[in-house]
């Protein structure tokens, strides 16, 4: 008799299994957040429960009021799973995909029996994340779970060197019974030409940089160039709802993994400065990505909203909101995904 | 019992939902019924067969399965009232031995923050709706009472959905996480002319799915054709005469095709009353499943869900020649697991396994309708137990619809210690 419950895999289970590994072209865009967003988003996700029930405390990492939107082009993705080949009756080969995700850096402390709180570790944790692949969002949202949203993703390296990148997910424009789902932009980067940064960077990307390396320091990692940590561990809730009463989970866990980035034999591995002056980040705040937009970022500046009144009701206009990162760079490296595991199983 | 943290990323949907005017296109074909019960035994008939209580076979008095390919054009809600649970939640502070407190976004919210204008008060039904395409393969099992007061009470007759292609991707997350169903994501390509006098009217239908095209493991994912169907005009037409043992020879008067759609009409008053053993209600049944984080070959949930798909309003019943009716699906890479599963498709050889071998699916009957559907009475049938998780399990609802009403008299409920390992000790029985 196993001493476990083995899965049964299907057709449609045929799934990229942990840990994975990557060739990935990544750009990254820093941006700062209030720590009271950062708490807002910790309490409602991470601290829901009874401290007595989950044993553990999140909180924002202390001076690190930043984000970073990594936007990765991952070619060749197969996994190292050894006992997939023996479990799936069949394996199969590699995957090419594109995904964005922003990655907000947090603390965690333990709550011991007698309720005292340990020292913290630092994680980070992906709030939002975007894929255009439904095999790499099956994996990631139910066995890492990762809450993977699909979408399109689009890339466009110009003829005058600059490159322009767009986001769109499934959603409406606005909440109406005649509505009806189709793409809708989320987001459009534009990376000018001539955005490669001489020389050092400048004070605002400096604070970022700053706060990345204090991280850098309590979470031991190595680094790639001066300052791009190696590994980030990241933590997320995996749930799952009740078939019969969808506001209950019939399972919640802490998962925890890691994404390592590594030299590619061929290629320099320093991140490439850009100019985050000439980077334009625009965020479109529609009916689908408003809570996503101003979870983070807040609400827009009352000049960049407009409200009307419809029925005696406030109507919320959509929003686009354009802002420089204070940080842009862009990195081809080798993307590991690994040391996945259960942290802790709340049910 | 934990609450579903909703994301602020979800754009999930959870059921019952509503489908008005589809267009149903259904393809009857012969499947091997060795098959059949293979697949009960691999995704169905797991676990203490004696403690699960009953078991899933083929159902010898209707051994057909169906092929379906259906056009919403609109899916939405069907609960005008359910919300989104995306609120704000209260803030838990977590009080140490030392008398201090961890802050709370209460304490440290600075002045210029705000929670975000997200309005939650809109029911899911108000805020908008989809439309795709489905292409699915069902088969009816019979749900059997291991013992002589179960079979008496539990046994029913459900339908499997060895897989479902759908086009939105939402979709596809919705039915996999909440109900456990075999969903994948394509892009379906639907051709559906609307069926005229004048003997025209085609349907065709194409999917191209995301696969490997060999077992390569430098084989590079990619969209590659998996099914294809065309079918003649409906009949009567001028193009083709169907044979004598066709369905359509069974209707081709006004009055029996008139019948059909009457028949309908009165199934949907007599469903609960017949035990579901008419196809017009599916008690869908569903293994749901999901791996473990650091053991993906291990589950860390497996339970037998049921939910309900009701066809009514069945409108514009019209039958296919079966002759002029072409299923192919492409045996290939990745495909070949689902088409050597289900059909009698000639076995690949490992070596062979690139060439796109095409397996023609012989429909033995075909018809087409336009049908309101309605999804809804999820369940959680029956949870197995995980070996080394802990915890409370919840009790099984095998009950079948027409005995819904009396449960509480006919039945006992399962209840075990939230402190007994799962799995472990046998259930403890309480009459209720």
Known sequence: ?347 | VLKYVDSVASQQVPPPYEFPNTTVHAFIWEPDLAKVKAYCTRFLNIGDLPAVGVSYEPLAIWPYAALLVIDYPVMACADPARKTMFKQQPKVRAKTSRGNQTPSSAQTKSPDSSDPEIDDTIPYAQRGYTSQTEVFVTFPLLRRGRTLRRLAIDTMIEWAIPFIIVEKPESAICGREMLGLEKLCAQIGLQDDKPSGDGTGAFTASVELPGWPSTSPTAAQEMLPFFEATAGPVLPNVWAAPNATSVWSLLRSRTASAGVEAFGVMRDFLDDALMGLLPSTMQVVALKQFRGAGHPQRAVYQALVGCRSKFSNITNFQIYNEQNVSLKFHNRGSFCPIIEELFEAPKNKSNAQEEDQIYSLPAIAAFRFNARIDFDQMRTLHTFPIKSATGARPPDDWIVPWLRPWKGFVTRTRTRDPAEPAGERPAVEKST
């Open chain 1, 1 to 347: 008799m196993t001493e476990f419950t083995p899965f049964i895999p299907s057709f449609a289970t045929q799934q990229l299994l942990p840990p994975w590994e990557a060739e990935a072209t990544v750009y990254g865009f820093g941006f700062r957040i209030p720590e009271s967003a950062i708490r807002d988003y910790v309490d409602r996700y991470f601290n829901s429960t009874e401290p007595r029930e989950r044993r553990f405390q999140f909180d924002p990492a202390p001076n690190c009021e930043f984000g970073i939107l990594f936007y990765s082009n991952v070619r060749n993705a197969r996994t190292n799973n050894i006992a997939s080949n023996n479990h799936s009756r069949r394996s199969f080969g590699t995957l090419n995909y594109k995904e964005a995700f922003v990655c907000v850096p947090i603390s965690r402390r333990n709550i011991s029996i007698y309720n005292v709180l340990s020292e913290p570790i630092y994680e980070w944790c992906q709030p939002i994340a975007v894929c255009d692949c439904t095999t790499v969002i099956f994996s990631a949202r139910e066995i890492v779970g990762l809450d993977v949203l699909p979408g399109r993703i689009t890339e466009t390296y110009r003829d005058d060197g600059g490159f322009t990148l767009t986001v769109q997910l499934y959603g409406v424009e606005t909440f109406s019974p005649t509505s009806k789902e189709e793409l809708i932009p989320l987001l459009e980067v534009d990376v000018p030409p001539g955005s490669s940064q001489e020389g050092l960077p400048d004070e605002r990307s400096e604070d970022v940089i700053r706060a990345i390396r204090n991280l850098n320091e309590k979470t031991r990692s190595p680094t790639i160039g001066p300052w791009l940590p190696q590994h980030m561990q990241v933590v997320t809730l995996k749930q799952f709802r009740d078939a019969s009463k969808m506001d209950i989970a019939i399972y919640q866990a802490l998962v925890t993994s890691q994404i390592s980035r590594h030299a590619l034999p061929d290629a320099s591995t320093v991140p490439i400065l850009l100019n985050e002056r000439k980077v334009t980040l625009q965020l479109s705040e529609n009916a689908t990505t408003r809570e996503m937009v101003q979870t983070f970022l807040g609400q827009p500046p009352p000049e960049g909203r407009e409200t009307t009144t419809a029925d005696g009701k406030e109507v919320w206009q959509n929003v686009e909101r354009a802002q420089h990162p204070t940080l842009a760079f862009r990195l081809d490296c080798k993307v590991e995904v690994d040391q996945v595991k259960t942290d802790v199983t709340l049910s």
